[in-house]
């Protein structure tokens, strides 16, 4: 597999996972802001729901939005690195046997 | 890989014995104010002994090198990094007048909250990690490279270098005229000197820390001062958690004592006594409100009325300080029937306000089904502009660029809303807690015993009552309706409320001035390399030494810092509506083309100039359009969307122009989709 090819599947993935993350990132902001009113009837541990929501809900879900980023990132990056190193390997023996053609047999 | 280890760990050390070290300091003040030391000196020395601290470490962390004056040397390991940001991000709004605002607003304050921390998942998402693969040194940078193509010389790379310098200095400047008047006010208010001297004592604090180490020194002592925020705003709020719910962890605990606040305000709410005073407020408004009609005869009515009491006074030889008064009134009375407008609209709009029921706290958008449309919708606004404000801050997103790796960089966006987090989760929790100590020990105590902190603020800035408590039905007892409370003193006065020894205030106030100065720190930077390296090296002269160039940037730090003290000193509104305003022009001005810059290859410098530009006009003609303080008016908003928010206009406007332009014009050139490329690539 040539660079381009690894660092374009890399884009693909890294842009489906940016876009799932910003989804969970405005469906909690959006519905913790908008559905307040109907939500303020359920509780929490002592919280009403929107209250806790908009408190600290939110942010918690934030928090861990990022902390998922992060850790998949590094996966992506790596799995990426571990390719082009393989494809780097193969270019190499390819070179390689390329220059030295196997011994004739006798 | 070794080295950066120990590095690591050396730097935890670090602080760990500075840790350890505050903590003696606090034992030792308090252990000298049982001895009896004064409160001024507990203030002088929390004052002297923080401000040196910084000073130190900017001294100790000194250079002259542009990699370490820019970008710290790149080496700030994440968890720091990200200290340092949230100290960065910590402002005095923030530490001063959030709590405040969520005390006086309720749920409706709690958009702050969610705003300023939900805007750190675009910074991770969309921006941080790709500034840090990019690898210069300011923001204008990134968007000059990636819009002038190949190294953003051309003149579409110096158009936008230009415009994105202007929105940097706009923005940071608001911010920081901010910061540095929170500076003034807790310095006078805790040593007692004068409001301008202390902006000037607390600037030179953090002119002695960035002049000599820029982004290097500020790294560090802001990683200080984090410690320093930490400890003191979790020290009351812990204190007063344990105090009325038995739990010291104040953000479990106060889920508990909401429905008891609810209860309380419902009680309150139908108290007869309570009806008395607002009713007086409201009897008030509506006389005030006959005077404004009269005008200008009642001006003049007015004014000829004060002068025969003065004459009175004077005939019947009545005591000295009866004449002052009556002088005093004559001399306070508008000057002509415009005045009179203005200061008895004024009057009456404090009046009608105070005459208001009580807003209960936990309910989200209180009011009949238009007015808690209205409500929820000014809250998803304000939301959103916050949230993309914060993703456009310059002097955040400049932190991308200090850790060793992209994935560093991502780490350290998580470690910095954790950071933040400490202290967000517990401003709410706050915020219920003084409200309920408030609502349960001082309202219903009468006069004759006040506790010795209400006279105490209430006597701290007679022109402008902070805190204002007088019997207005004259029965003796507190109201609720009687109190009024600034957003801005509540989180001061809290340790005092709660009745912890006057260390913890001098703590607090410390920990104010901690927040205040470290993003102050942060924005005087940013501001100053825009300045020095994007004005001065990037367009001026090309073949400056690094040494001038670092030169040049200390000087222009210099500049800005006395400007934008100046600026303070002149007391320009409240803190946290300032702050408002910057958010929403640095998301109108540079939130799409650095997003676009990175995930849309066919954006140009054409698109990113007039997006730029209709970005930000937008923004700030609404908010001259519709703030009454701007010369606009409230019944010029679209969908009643307060002014503060005015990005939610101003950011798709931006971004509309930007795509259309783009569009119509033709594609960048070759090296810049090779940078995007670059950009976006993993680092192998």
């Known amino acids: 597999m040539d660079k381009t090819l690894i660092r374009a599947r890399h884009w693909e993935r890294t842009r489906r996972l940016t876009a799932l993350l910003l989804l969970a990132w405005l469906a909690t902001g959006f519905c913790a802001a908008f559905f307040a009113r109907e939500l303020a009837g359920l509780s929490v541990f002592g919280w009403p729901l929107s209250f806790y929501l908009a408190a600290q809900g939110a942010s918690l879900v934030y928090l861990s939005i990022l902390a998922v980023y992060a850790w998949r990132m590094r996966k992506l990056d790596r799995a990426a690195a571990t390719q082009a190193a393989a494809a780097a390997t193969a270019t190499a023996a390819a070179t390689a046997a390329a220059v030295s053609p196997p011994e004739p047999r006798t | ?684």
């Open chain 2, 1 to 684: 890989m070794k080295s950066s280890r120990t590095f690591f760990q050396r730097l935890r050390s670090y602080y760990l014995l500075f840790t350890g070290g505050f903590a003696c300091f606090l034992v030792a003040l308090s252990v000298l104010e049982q001895e009896g030391m004064s409160r001024t000196w507990i203030g002088y020395l929390f004052m002297f002994a923080t401000i040196v601290l910084y000073a130190s470490i900017g001294v100790l962390s000194r250079t002259s090198n542009v990699l370490e004056y820019y970008v710290a040397g790149r080496r700030v390991p994440a968890m720091f990094n990200g200290m340092a940001t949230a100290a960065d991000w910590i402002s005095a709004a923030s530490f001063i007048s959030l709590a405040g605002g969520l005390y006086l607003h309720g749920f409706d304050g709690l958009a702050y909250i969610m705003g300023w921390t939900g805007g750190y998942c675009l910074v991770a998402l969309l921006i941080a990690p790709y500034l840090r693969k990019f690898s210069q040194y300011t923001i204008p940078d990134f968007l000059a490279a990636r819009y002038g193509g190949g190294d953003g010389e051309g003149p579409g790379g110096r158009a936008v270098r230009i415009l994105a310098v202007c929105a940097t200095i706009i923005v940071s400047f608001t911010y920081v005229v901010a910061q540095i008047y929170a500076v003034g006010l807790i310095a006078s208010r805790f040593t007692g000197v004068d409001f301008s001297v202390g902006i000037f004592l607390g600037l030179a604090s953090i002119l002695v820390c960035s002049f000599l180490g820029g982004m290097r020194a500020i790294t560090w002592t802001q990683v200080a001062q984090y410690i320093i925020i930490l400890v003191a705003f979790l020290m009351p709020a812990i204190w007063l958690s344990g105090k009325h719910t038995d739990n010291p962890i104040p953000q479990l605990a106060y889920g508990k004592l909401l429905p008891k606040l609810s209860a309380r305000e419902y009680v309150l709410q139908n108290d007869p006594k309570e009806a008395e005073v607002r009713a007086i407020f409201r009897q008030r408004a509506d006389e005030l409100d006959a005077r404004l009609r009269a005008l200008p005869a009642s001006w003049e009515a007015g004014r000829i009325e004060l002068q025969r009491k003065l004459d009175r006074v004077k005939l019947r030889n009545a005591s000295l300080l009866e004449i002052r008064n009556a002088e005093r009134a004559l001399i306070a009375y508008p000057k002509n029937a415009d005045e009179a407008t203005r200061s008895w609209s004024e009057a009456r709009d404090q009046n009608l306000a105070r005459a208001e029921p009580i807003t209960p706290h936990a309910t989200p958008y209180p009011g009949d089904a238009e007015t808690s449309d209205i409500k929820r919708n000014n809250f998803l606004a304000l939301v959103f502009c916050l949230m993309m404000g914060t993703a456009a801050l310059p002097h955040i997103l400049m932190r991308a660029y200090t850790t060793p790796s992209v994935h560093e960089t991502r780490v350290s966006v998580f470690w910095t809303l954790f950071f933040i987090l400490l202290i967000y989760l517990t401003i709410p929790a706050l915020a219920v807690l003084v409200k309920y100590d408030i609502y349960s020990a001082l309202v219903g105590s009468d006069y004759a015993h006040l506790p010795n902190w209400v006279s105490y603020w209430a006597n701290v800035d007679k022109a402008n009552p902070l805190f204002s408590i007088s019997d207005i039905n004259h029965d003796g007892v507190v109201q609720l309706a009687e109190i009024t409370i600034d957003a801005d003193v509540l989180v001061l006065a809290t340790p005092e409320i709660a009745g912890l020894p006057y260390v913890v205030s001098g703590l607090v106030a410390a920990g104010g001035l901690a927040a205040a100065l470290s993003t102050a720190d942060g924005l005087l930077l940013a501001i100053s390399n825009a300045l020095s390296h994007d004005v001065y090296y990037k367009i001026v002269d090309r073949s400056a030494s690094t040494q001038k160039r670092v030169t040049i940037s200390k000087l222009l730090l210099l500049g800005v810092a006395f400007i934008a003290a100046y600026g303070a000193s002149q007391k320009p509104g409240d803190i946290l509506s300032l702050v408002g305003a910057a958010f929403s022009l640095a998301a109108s001005a540079l939130f799409p083309a650095l997003v676009l810059a990175v995930f849309w290859k066919r954006a140009n410098y054409q698109g990113a100039v007039a997006g730029m530009t209709t970005g930000f006009a937008v923004c700030l003609y609404y908010m001259l359009h519709t703030n009454p303080t701007l010369g606009g008016s409230v019944a010029r908003q679209w969908f009643h969307i307060a002014p503060i928010s005015a990005g939610i206009f101003g950011v798709p406007a931006g971004l509309l122009t930007m795509v259309t332009v783009s569009l119509l014009t033709p594609p960048p050139e070759r090296q810049t989709g090779a940078l995007v490329d670059y950009i976006r690539a993993p680092e192998l």
